[in-house]
């Protein structure tokens, strides 16, 4: 799969990740999130430093009006973090939004469940079952026995077939910071693509899929 | 809501993006001393009046606002630099390369330093048909999307907005293609030849897979 990702070394990795800040990993989450059509693994610690830089800056802006700063230095400080703020509340925003929309498809597969923080957990719970509750209520309730399931079309269905997914097969533009080398697309049989350095390129989400939750490359 | 029916379609708004541009990263001429900020952002400054210094766009904004520098237009928006962009946009099939977020960061240019830009009309104008051939040329290579089996496709030099703008209709063209081109789908249309309706409809999009 990352064929020619071995030429670059592991000092180069290392030195790249150090010299990204926590401000530009919260964007390229952000991004990666609204483009990716299934939910992405929620970043704890990106979110937690965030957070605290957030409550550090806060108390940093208390101290400044304590202090009589200059209020031109002061409003700027406070730009930079509404900023961070909005990046880190679109985040989670968006988050929430996939897991309303793909809920019974993410309560079933233990995998997409475990991306989930601890609080979307709860949410998504909640979620799920007042969903469930209202379908039933307004509807399910009232149909023949063998329509009753929330996530089947009938009793005769062999999976949960009423139950929304998301779409892996969907393209998504993307961009690398670094060359990739030659990169197969999953399903053979096509010619391998050059992914170049700082080049978009519109890719099925599934089959970039390594790349992107290795931080390899970005959606844009 | 609009665009719920379809999930994946623009997946930034121009706000949005805008936001992005803002932390692009520009020259600016303070007239002010102001001791170094250190934002979550990154840190920048310090400033001393008359000397030059690197700042986000946003910061370049909002100082210019309140009248407290001038900020200096990046190399590419010179008239000279875009009549050249111009002229090579126009003879070639090739997109130029210019800065990932050009429509943007002119847009917030000409909004907020109108009078930093030196012969801000013809830069302007200039912008504006660089944006037309380009997008002239999106359309054009839409066209050949649809000629030729496409899997994958490189968007070389596409800035962010003209990325999000074709977005929807590029990856939904890409999907079907990818469908239609899977072999389960192949299968399905030999099992199937009877079925009227469909077998007309399938037709053409054969023939692109035999390609």
């Known amino acids: 799969m990352d064929s020619g990702a071995g030429e670059s070394s592991a000092a180069d990795d290392y030195e790249s990740l150090m010299s990204t800040t926590d401000a530009e990993l919260l964007k390229s989450a952000w991004r990666n ?188 | ?61 909002a100082l210019k606002k309140r009248g407290k520098c001038t900020i200096r237009a990046p190399e590419w928006m010179s008239v000279d630099k875009l009549s050249q962009v111009l002229e090579a946009e126009r003879d070639s099939e090739k997109f130029q390369p210019l800065p990932f977020h050009y429509v943007e960061i002119s847009r917030l240019l000409f909004d907020h330093a109108r009078d930093d830009i030196p012969d801000i009309y013809m830069v302007r104008s200039l912008i504006e048909d660089i944006k037309d051939v380009r997008f002239h040329k999106i359309g054009k290579g839409l066209e050949i999307i649809s000629k030729e089996r496409t899997y994958a496709l490189r968007l070389k030099n596409l800035s962010a907005m003209e990325a999000n703008i074709v977005r929807p209709f590029v990856t939904r063209a890409l999907e079907t293609f990818y469908k239609l081109g899977s072999s389960d789908m192949i299968q399905e249309t030999d099992h199937a030849p009877n079925r009227q309706p469909q077998a007309t409809n399938r037709g053409p999009r054969r023939q692109l897979k035999d390609r």
């Open chain 1, 33 to 220: 999130e609204k483009a990716a059509p299934e939910i992405l693994k929620y970043d704890a610690g990106l979110v937690q430093r965030s957070r605290q830089q957030i409550q550090l800056m806060e108390e940093m802006m208390d101290e400044f009006n304590q202090n009589g700063v200059d209020p031109l230095t002061v409003s700027l400080y406070q730009m930079d973090l509404d900023r961070t703020m909005f990046l880190l509340r679109s985040y989670l925003r968006t988050r929430l939004q996939k897991i309303e929309k793909y809920i019974f498809h993410i309560q079933k597969t233990a995998e997409q469940w475990n991306r989930l923080s601890k609080q979307e957990q709860k949410f998504a719970t909640r979620c799920a079952g007042d969903l469930k509750h209202h379908l039933e209520q307004s509807a399910l309730s009232k149909l023949p026995d063998q329509y009753q399931s929330h996530l089947r079309q009938s009793a005769a269905s062999e999976d949960d077939d009423m139950v929304p997914e998301p779409h892996l097969d969907a393209y998504v533009v993307c961009r690398s910071k670094k060359y990739l080398g030659a990169f197969q697309l999953d399903d053979g049989g096509e010619e391998p693509i050059d992914i170049e350095a700082d080049d978009l390129y519109a890719l099925p989400y599934k089959s970039i899929k390594p790349l992107v939750e290795s931080g390899q490359i970005d959606l844009v």
């Open chain 2, 1 to 61: 809501m609009a665009g719920t029916s379809d999930p994946h379609g623009s997946a930034f708004s121009a706000a949005e993006l805008e936001f992005l541009a803002e932390d692009e990263m520009i020259e600016i001429v303070p007239n002010l001393r102001m001791d170094p900020l250190n934002f979550i952002s990154g840190d920048f400054g310090p400033f001393r009046p008359q000397i030059a210094a690197q700042a986000p766009l946003w910061l370049a904004v």
